[in-house]
């Protein structure tokens, strides 16, 4: 059974444009998905540029967590 040429041509035709068609859906997602991880990269490397507590910072807070303790302590009328 022989088919008209035309009709090869159109089959090829809408071959292509599909082919096209999928692979620049799927190139833009590729793109947005490096991009996604490029905002993921940013942020995770603003967060680790805060500065880390010094020690006595840490020693402050402790000792004021102590202090607090001591207060309630004494609000709820226990001695120490």
Known sequence: MEQDPNFYIIIGAFA???VGIVSSLG???WR???ALKHAELDI???SSDAP???ATSR???ADLKERVKKLEAI???IDI
């Open 59 to 61: 020693i402050e807070v």
């Open 16 to 18: 292509v444009l599909s």
């Open 44 to 46: 995770a490397r603003r």
């Open 32 to 34: 947005d998905w490096i």
């Open 52 to 54: 880390v507590p010094s």
């Open 75 to 77: 609000a709820a009328g």
């Open 27 to 29: 190139l833009r997602g």
